[in-house]
Every structure is written in C-alpha cells, then in structure tokens.
C-alpha cells in the first residue's frame, strides 16, 4: 500500500523467557488489580506495548491456555500489570496474592515504535487499556516529545492509570461513556480535538475504540499504532488463533499473528472492518476452498 | 535436557529414522520451530513435526479459531501456512542450518496434492520423514475426512510411500473420530506407511452462551489437550494390540513426563507434545527430562525397553 | 429449584411424556434416585434415569472402576445392579410412592433380552418410559457393541418398540465412538425410537504409573465429564440438523445452567447431568434452576423456544 | 454366614448436608495437616466412623472427583480432618488456608456400632487413621468401656493423634515399621497382647493392616469393626466405583458400596483376600459372562 502512514513495527530486540516469579504487590485500583512481579529478566527486557502471557491456575487446572496482559510498568526487577477480572482466567490472576507464585511468559510481542525525536505524541487509552501507555508515555517524554494523553471507560471506576498519565503527559482529558469522570462520551470526542496538534498516535484498549482512533489519525494524515487484543491461544507465535487481517509493506493483506507480529500494528494497516472474516483478496484465501462467513 | 545425564539409553527412531529423544513437537502446535527457540533447545528433541503444509499458501479460517474447553481446546485454524513453496525456501533450511530435524506434515484434499507434496520434499536436507495428515476432507468423496475411510486413508498412503524420498518414513496420521481405528492402521500399514501417528483432534463443537451461535466460524473444530489423552491412549493401545510391530508415534494430551510414559507403555515408541506446548512452551524438553527420570526410577536401561511394556503380561 | 419463580416456561417432554422440567440424572450417576434425596427435591426434575438394568442381577466388575482423568473420569462399572426383578420389586416402587418419574434404562447382550425388559416395564407405575442403552457388547456378533452398527442397533430398537408399553416413549442412548453418528441416528429413528439419548461415555484407557498396566480391571472404559462436552454437543448439532423432528435427550459433560444451554440451542430438548452429580450431588436442581435464569436473560419465553435455536440463522 | 461375630454396621440416623465452609483451623501434624472447619450443620449430625468428601481445587479444576476424608472430631460446630498429602487432591486440600472456603458433603457413610455399655474395646489406628478413632476413644468411654489403642505407622513423623488417644484410651501402644518410635514393627505385634483383654475391636488404617487385625481378632472370637479407604468417586452411594466383596447377613456375598454400605464393615465380613477380584460366589457373578481378572 504506498501511501502508508506507518510501517509495522519491528520486533522486540530481546527473546522472551519463561519464570515462575513470586507475586509481591496487589493492589486494587478501582474495578482492576494492579499486580507486581518479582521478574528482574522480563523488566530489564520489556519494552513499552509489550505483554506477558500468564500460566492459569496451578497443575490441576482445567484452563490449559495462558491469558495474556500487557505490562504497565517495570521498576527494579519488577513487573506490574493492571487486571480485570473477567472470565475465570482473569478472575483468578486478580485473586493472587501477595507471596503466591506465578508461571509467566514474556516479554511478549512487538513493543511500540518510537517516533523521531521530538515529535509530538497523542496517548490513547481504553478501560485498563490505559495502563499499558503509562511506559510509553515516559519513554516519549525522555525523548523529547510532547505527550497528550485521553483515558475513557464505561463508568468512572473502570478508568485507569490517569495519576500516573497526568504525572507524565499534559493535558490528559479524560472521558466516560455514562459521564461519571470526566467528560460524558468516547474518547474520540476528546481525540478529535487534541488530534492537530499530534505528529503520532498510539492507542491501546477495545477493538472498537482502537478503530475509532485509529480512523480519526490516519483521515488527518496522522500515524497510529495501536495495540489489539485478540483472542491468544500461545501467546507466542505457534497457534495461529489470534490472526487478523493486516496490510503489509507489499501492500497485499495477511493473516498476522497479534502476538508475534503485533499486538502493536500501524493503525491504517489493521483492516478492523473485516475482522472476523475471509476477505477474498487476503494472502492464501483462494486457496481456502469455498470461503466460510 | 538432562538426556546425556540420565543412565536411560532415550534413543529410538520414527521408521528406519533414528532420533536423540523420543519427544517431538506436534504438527501445528510449534509453527515451524522458530518461535520455541527461546524456550527450548530444539536440536536435542527428537524432530519438529512442521504445522501441516498444502501445494498453495492458505489464509486459513476467519476468526473465532478456537474455544477454551475444559482441560481443552478446539481449535479451527483451517490450515494457514505458506505452502510448500515457502516452507521449502524460507522454514526448512532455518532449520536445517540449526541442524534441527524436521518431520514433515503434509495435507491435502486430493491424493495426487499429497503425491506431489512428498515428491516436492524429496531430498531437502534436515528433513527426516513425512507424517501424512489425513484428517482433511477429501474433495473427491463429498468432503469425507480421508482419515475416516480406509480406502481412501490407503489410498493416500501409497501414492505419498511410492512419490517420497525412500530415506523418508511415511507416517499415517489417524483421527480418532472412527468406529474401528484399528481397520483403519491396518490399511494404511498395508499400504506402506512406514509409522502411524496418532491421534489428531476429535471433532468437537462450543457454543457461545452469549450469541447463542457455534464460536467457530467453521462450526465445529478440533478438540485437542490433556481431556482426550484417555481417548488417545486407548487408540495407541488398541493398535499396538493388533499391530505390534508398526511404530506408532503418540500424541493427544500429552503435559508431563508420566503422560508421555503412559503412551510409551501402551506401545508408542515416540510422542509428540502438542497442546500443552500452549500452557508451556518449555514443554517438550521438560517431558524428555520426565520422561527420562521416570523410565529410570522404574528401571528401564532404554527406552525401547518399555515401549508396549502394559501389554506383556509378566514383564 | 426456582422453577416456578421464574418467568420461562420449562416444560418439556420425553417423546409424547410431559416433564416440569429439562433436566434428568444420567443412568449410572444417580443409582435408582435414593441417595440423591438429602440434596435434590427428585419430583421437580424431569426424571430419575436409572442406572442401566439387565435380566439378571449382576456383579459388576472388579475393582479398581474407576480412574480420575482432567476434567473427566473413566469408568467400567460392568453395569453393576438388582436385575429386572430387584428393580420392580424394590426401586421403581420406591420412586412411584414419592412421585418421582423414572426414566428407565435398559442393556442386554441380546435382542430378545432387550425385548423382555421392555415387556416387564410395561404398565409399571411411575415409569414415565425407557431409555434403550445400546453400548453394550452383542454376543451375537462378536462382542461388537450394538451402538456402533445401524443395523444391529435398529435391531434392538424395533424390538423394544414392539414390546413396550405404547405409551413409554422409546429413547435410544447413541454412542459416540462411530464414524458417523448421524446414520446411526437415522436407523434407529426409522426403526421407531421416540427419541435419542446422546451421548454415552467414549472409550478411553488410563495406564497406572506405578504398576505400568491399565488402570481398569477391564483394561478399557468409558471416559465422561467436562473435558467430553464439545464431543457431545458435536453429536447432538449434527443429529439434530439432520433429524430436526426426533427429540434429543443431550448429556456428557453438562456441569452448569450453561452448559445446559449449550445443549438446549443445539437442539436437545431436554438434558441429563451425570459426572457433574459427583462433584456436586445437588447438580441437577441447580443446574434446572441456572438455566431457567440464563434462558429468561435471554429473553426466551419458554424452553421450547431455545431448542436448536443456534441453528437458525436469523433467529 | 451363621457363626459371624458382626452384624452389619446400621446406617446414620440423619442424611448428609452439602455446605461450603470456611477453614478456621489449620494445624501441621507430623506429615499431616489438622484442617479445622467451620460446619455445624456436619459437627452435629457426625458421628465416630463418618466422613466428608471436600470438591477440590475450583470452579476452574480439572479434579472432579471428590475426595472423602475421615471424620477426626467435631466440638462446637466445627469439624476436624487429617490429611494426608499425597496425590494432587490432598496436596490441595492440605494446602488450605485459614479463611478459604471449600465445598464439603457430610457426614458420609456408616458410623461405628457401638458395644454394649461397658465392654471393653480395643482399638487399632494406622498412619492418619488413628485420627478417626479418636471420637469413638470418647464415646466408649463415655459408654462405661475400658479403651486400649494401639497406633502405628511407617515412621514417627507419620504417626498421628497419638496425645489425643493417650488422654482417652489406657493402654496406648505405639509401633513404627522403622522403629523410629514405640516399639519397632507392626501394630499387630500390640494387638496380639491386647487382644485377649477386648471384646470389640475397631480399627481405621490401610488395607493390611485392618485385614491383619480383623483376622487377628476373629481368630480369637472377638469381633471386629473396620473403616476401609476404597477408590470413590462420588462419596454418596450412586456410582458404584468404591465397591468391595463383603458377606451379608444371609450368608452371600456381594460387591458392597464402601462409601454408603461402610466403610465401616464387620472385619469378619470382607473378603480381603478377594478384594480387586471378581470371586465366583460374588451375588451376580454368574451374569458377567466370561469372568475377568
Ligand atoms: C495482548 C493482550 C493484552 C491484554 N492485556 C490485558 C490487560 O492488561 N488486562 C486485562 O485484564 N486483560 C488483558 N487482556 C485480556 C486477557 O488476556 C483475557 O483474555 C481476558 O481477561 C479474558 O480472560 P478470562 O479468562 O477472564 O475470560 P474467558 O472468557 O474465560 O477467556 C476464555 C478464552 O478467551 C480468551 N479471551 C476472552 N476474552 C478475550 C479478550 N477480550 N481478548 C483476548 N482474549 C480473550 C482468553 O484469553 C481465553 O483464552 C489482554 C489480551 C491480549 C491479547
Ligand atoms: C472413607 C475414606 C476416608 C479417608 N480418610 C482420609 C483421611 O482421613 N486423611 C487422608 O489424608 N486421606 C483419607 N482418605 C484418602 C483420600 O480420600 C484420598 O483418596 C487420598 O488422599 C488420595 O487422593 P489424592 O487426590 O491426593 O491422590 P490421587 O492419586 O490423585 O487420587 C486419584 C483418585 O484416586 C482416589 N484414591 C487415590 N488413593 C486413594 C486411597 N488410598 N484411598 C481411596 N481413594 C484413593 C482418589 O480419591 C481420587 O479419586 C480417605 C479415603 C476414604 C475412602
Ligand atoms: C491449534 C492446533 C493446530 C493443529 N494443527 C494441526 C495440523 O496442521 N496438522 C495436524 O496433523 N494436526 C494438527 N493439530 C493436531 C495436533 O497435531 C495433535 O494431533 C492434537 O492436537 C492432539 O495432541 P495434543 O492434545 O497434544 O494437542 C493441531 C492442533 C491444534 C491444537
Ligand atoms: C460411573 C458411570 C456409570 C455409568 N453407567 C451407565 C449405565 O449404566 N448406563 C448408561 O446408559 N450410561 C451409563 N453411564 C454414562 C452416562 O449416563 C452418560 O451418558 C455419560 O457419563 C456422559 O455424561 P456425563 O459426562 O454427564 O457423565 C455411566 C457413566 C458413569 C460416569
Ligand atoms: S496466540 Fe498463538 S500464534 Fe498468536
Ligand atoms: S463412591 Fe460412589 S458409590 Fe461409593
């Protein structure tokens, strides 16, 4: 596709490792659990978009795949992520508590790219999307950027990370769906008006929110990275369940692993209309026989 | 690895093949290897059984591609992968120049496609051998799963042992989803495949309690994991019963060392860790470790010494 | 059992049999209904489906019958039990006097045994009607299992059509362990069966570490639970789509309201919790009273409005 | 059988209640872990001889089966256990913190009969089995017997109540296959000496041993009650995995339910020898067919 606002992030420079670490923070942060890790070898290597896959539920567990969550922060050896529960996988990470341990994964992924020195940045976040941006924005900032954030949720208690973000980025506008924090509506309204003044966007949180930003850049001939979250199985590259289709460098469309190839994808490359589907001029589709809605 | 650390001789062989260690990957559950190297020297496994490959690179199915079942999975990947084009140039000489053994799998939905794939694979260096994944509809019979049907299984079998390399064993891989597997290794053994792998997923189905509607997109999908290792290892069983001195490379749930010596003991003379590489990426080094102690501790000098061990009633 | 609180309507049926409500022990998970008493208030569930009777009383087989698998258990009880004379003179009376309806299995090894029982059940209080299990060896062909063989298993189908009482509906209990599920489905619905019951366990064997043999006293055994639910629901989404008119008793796996439901939107009109009654004892009123929740938050008026529903597009 | 020294033990005189409760005790004993609970509705229904079986591990387990554990006492509504760790279950279960909850059926199965007031009793206790002899020590007592009790084990770490029973039984004989406590060798080199003195004997612990002290006793006329541990899958008498050849009243054999029609059984009623078999003269052997080992 010439004419591309962004292109595909490259991969982390360091591999991944596996640990059982021992979990030595808990703390609840509105409806999320904000967990810390003793995880020295994934903190030094972790770079900002990148996640860590967890090992769910002990040796007599009937979940057999790992949840994936992205790191919100790496301090001194130790990793933090930010938790819903949700499922019972989630539910059960946020039940952790402080002195159990963990078997973890990572770090995982393809971490944002850094822009140019200087240019400004706008930081978008969804629900506890948010914290996955609090890593990025510090880095941006030592960069010499200048660093707009947005964080919106449903409902007030679902917000996250605005402390650390308003500690790092300004101005950070903040908005709720049922208006309970912040200003009422999505994101994009606040988006579309901190958007001129951005010479790169990243974004991190639901699918809808994620096309929605990611739309609203590429119309102003803004690049965006945004990070999805698409259903993994490995978490690792070998599974093939947490494809969706995205514009390559050639141009042409491919199945591309969240986990491997992203989860950070230029935000014009990730074609959000058909996930879910078999477009036809994806690579390998005419091989697929009759093509299954 | 605690292979050369262990008194235990792990050493076997897929076909006339030999191999370190017993343990394998299992066919689309590693890629092509790439993505395990940072968790597992994959030199010191016996092979890895490569993600199943066509004559043309496929998309592979829509998402949904798998469900989360208990003790489980379903998984409804449709074949994505590069074609034998790509996995000849880009993923088999990565591994070969690792000296990374590779077993081949190779899919189709003609017996001719399977033909040509082993034909096309003649030769390629680090290749070791071919597993012929017959669980795939078979255009020609109203899209009857080939694996399902000993006629046609055969008839795939001897098409790929007449086209491949004579170096290369054929492994025939059964699906489980039969009334009489034993029929079907005895056709396929009759037609020249040199090994059987087994088994591949059981057709499974899961609906979303929230869309009310199958979560795959393809309806139903294979279901694979620690839930269906009784299933496979009742096929292992059986065939080996009937079919002593075919080799038999077991898989199906495989997560621990004692799994893995379960299979060698109802007949398997090599596994294959598929599922559980999900939940542990480590995986198939950890089960040759397990494996290897726990072939010790019972007394084993080797590992041939056990493979069908629970079949000899005073051993 | 919240029954009657809630809005939808759960009433179903057994062929032409009325029942308050969807959900049925499983045959072998709940003995003759006796012991599940302190937990379940038994007259609000569909029926008690009573452990499988023969002619004679029998043993069963040795001990150890069971080993724990994930997510699951394998089983070979041998069908442990009074007999047909043991069952009329102490069970059924048992359940009719508290008004408990039972749903009575049946198993031989012969056709005309098949036919006897049905004939002796005929007119006996509080049998609501019979459940034909049909995974059992024929003595007549081998020791080949009816349930795998059309013919064999129409056989014993029409037989017990033919015998029983006419108003006892005539469900036939299907297994798994074919090819394909839905001929096996058509014979016996031609032969006459009211219904099907689907599934039985699948065949599955588990090696002891310790002593490396079959942990099962009859080597092989029948594999339930959790971790086969995608089998089932599988089975029951392909019989019903090819035989939308024959009510399905669905089971295998079923723990929760929504798994229930699962069953109910592939086209099983009514469910039997088995494994999951040993895990929790108070199961099935539980599992009616969450499935009565999840349907009314579904939107659903009635029960009958949810069956086979993921199977209408626009629905 | 006429000529039996027993009668079949009665059945409780009140039905089992499914509770999920709280730990409020938990107490390392030797190799075994002392689980206090909080059950009144079990504290006052049990009685010496039951059980509970506990679901493990979470709605996310892959272990469906319960696992039964004997009764060790029950005071103020709350009810003890002693478990063992051994295989993933009881590892779990042994794991158990105080404040966690766990779903518990009970009490299960047939009590200890007791003699009539004042006869003395001898009773026998293996391993953690001793445990369960601890309510019926306080029972007979309290029914005018002289108590006399012999617990052994492998070792010392893995004998158990033995404090417990010195305060409620006269003599107390300890023995350890290893000599590492009391007198060195099995506890029927105690029994042997005891047993003149008693005129019913009771006894929780593995297989060889209750065969070893209910041929022991029945040898010398004395009848015996003995607690058996069978494979169960349910604990509450419908799946017919726990059985075990057993004499009836009437003289015949059958395969007798552990969970519902024990595990307390006359210990000249088991066919010990036989058990793991199918005996021919088993009630309903005759319809099996071709009989298998
Ligand atoms: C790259 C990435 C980063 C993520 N970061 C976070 C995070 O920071 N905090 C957080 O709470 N969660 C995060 N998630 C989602 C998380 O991995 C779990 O999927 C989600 O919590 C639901 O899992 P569950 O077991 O609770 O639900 P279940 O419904 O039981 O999940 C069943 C299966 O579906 C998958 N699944 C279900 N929902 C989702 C979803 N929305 N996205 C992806 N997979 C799903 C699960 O991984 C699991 O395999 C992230 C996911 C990805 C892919
Ligand atoms: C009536 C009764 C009372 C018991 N009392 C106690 C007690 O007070 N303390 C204690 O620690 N244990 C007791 N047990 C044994 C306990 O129920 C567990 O079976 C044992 O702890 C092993 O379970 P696991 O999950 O650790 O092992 P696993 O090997 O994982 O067990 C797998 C399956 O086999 C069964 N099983 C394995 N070993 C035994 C055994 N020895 N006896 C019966 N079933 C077995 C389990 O119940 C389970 O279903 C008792 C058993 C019974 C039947
Ligand atoms: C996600 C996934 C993809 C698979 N892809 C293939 C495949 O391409 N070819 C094949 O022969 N088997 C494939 N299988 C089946 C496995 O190789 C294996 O036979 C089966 O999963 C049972 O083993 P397991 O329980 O260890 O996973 C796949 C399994 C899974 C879970
Ligand atoms: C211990 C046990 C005994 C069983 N006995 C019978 C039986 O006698 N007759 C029968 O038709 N099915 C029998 N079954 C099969 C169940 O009725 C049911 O079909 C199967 O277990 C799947 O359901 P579930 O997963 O809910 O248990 C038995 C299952 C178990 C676990
Ligand atoms: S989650 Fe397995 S390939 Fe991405
Ligand atoms: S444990 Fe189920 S009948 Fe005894």
Not at chain 1, 76 to 90: K, L, M, Q
Not at chain 2, 50 to 68: D, H, I, N, W, Y
Not at chain 2, 111 to 127: S, Y
Request: hydrophobic share 45%; net charge negative.
């Amino acid at each position: 596709m010439s004419g591309s606002l962004t292109t595909p992030a490259p991969r982390a420079a360091q591999p991944p490792v596996q640990r059982v670490v021992e979990v030595v923070g808990r703390r609840p942060v509105n409806a999320y659990v904000e967990l810390s890790l003793a995880a020295p070898e994934i903190a030094e290597r972790a770079v900002p978009g990148q996640f860590v896959a967890f090992a769910i539920g002990g040796p007599a567990s009937a979940l057999l795949l790992r949840r994936s969550i992205a790191i919100s922060g790496t301090r001194d050896g130790v990793v933090t992520v930010v938790v819903a529960p949700h499922g019972p996988g989630s539910t059960w990470l946020a039940g952790l508590q402080v002195g159990e341990r963990v078997d973890v994964v990572g770090p995982l992924g393809r971490p944002f790219p850094m822009p140019e020195p200087g240019v400004p940045a706008l930081l978008v976040g969804g629900g506890y999307g948010a914290a996955a941006l609090v890593g990025l924005a510090a880095r941006l900032r030592d960069g010499g950027s200048a660093v707009a954030a947005v964080t919106g949720a449903a409902s007030a208690d679902r917000l996250c990370s605005v402390d650390e973000l308003s500690a790092l980025a300004e101005p950070v506008a903040v908005t709720t769906d049922d208006g309970s924090a912040g200003r009422p509506g999505r994101v994009t309204v606040a988006v579309e008006e901190l958007i001129a003044d951005a010479g790169v966007v990243y974004a991190c949180g639901p699918m809808a929110m994620l096309r929605a930003v990611a739309d609203a850049a590429t119309a102003v001939g803004v690049p965006s990275y945004v990070a999805v979250e698409e259903s993994m199985a490995c978490g690792i590259g070998v599974c093939m369940t947490c494809v969706l289709p995205v514009v390559g460098e050639d141009g042409r469309t491919r199945f591309a692993r969240s986990c491997t190839e992203g989860p950070v994808f230029g935000g014009d490359r990730v074609r959000f209309a058909d996930v879910g589907t078999l477009p036809a001029d994806v690579v390998g589709a005419d091989a697929m026989g009759v093509v299954q809605s | 690895m605690t292979a050369l650390e262990t008194a235990v001789d792990m050493r076997t062989a897929l076909g006339a093949a030999p191999i370190p260690s017993p343990v394998l990957t299992a066919s689309g559950c590693s890629a092509f290897g790439r993505e395990l190297e940072p968790f597992v020297d994959l030199t010191a496994i016996g092979a890895v059984v490569t993600k199943s490959v066509q004559l043309r690179p496929r998309s592979g199915r829509p998402t949904p591609r798998m469900a989360e079942t208990p003790s489980g999975m379903l998984n409804s990947i449709g074949l994505q992968g590069p074609g034998i084009d790509g996995l000849l140039a880009d993923e088999l000489p990565w591994l070969a120049e690792r000296g990374i053994r590779s077993f081949v799998s190779i899919a189709g939905t003609r017996v001719e496609d399977f033909a040509e794939l082993a034909e096309r694979l003649r030769g390629v260096p680090g290749v070791l051998g071919l597993e012929v994944n017959i669980s795939c509809p078979n255009v020609e019979s109203r899209g009857e799963v080939f694996a399902c049907d000993p006629g046609a299984a055969s008839d795939v079998v001897s098409a790929v042992r007449a086209a491949a390399d004579p170096a290369h064993p054929v492994y025939a891989k059964l699906s489980p989803d039969v009334t009489d597997i034993v029929s079907v290794a005895r056709a396929v053994a009759a037609a020249g495949a040199d090994g059987l792998s087994m088994i591949n997923t059981l057709l499974g189905l899961v609906i979303d309690p929230d869309t009310m509607r199958p979560v795959l997109g393809g309806v139903t999908g294979g279901l694979s994991g620690p839930a269906i290792r009784p299933v496979a290892l009742r096929c292992v069983w059986q065939v080996h019963a009937a079919l002593p001195d075919v080799p038999i490379l077991g898989m199906g749930g495989i997560r621990t060392g004692l799994d893995a010596l379960q299979f060698v003991l109802a007949g398997a003379s090599a596994v294959s860790v598929g599922t559980a590489v999900f939940n542990d990426p480590s995986a198939p080094a950890r089960i040759h470790a397990e494996l290897a102690a726990a072939l010790a501790e019972r007394g084993f000098a080797s590992l041939a010494d056990a493979v069908g061990h629970a079949h000899r009633p005073n051993a």
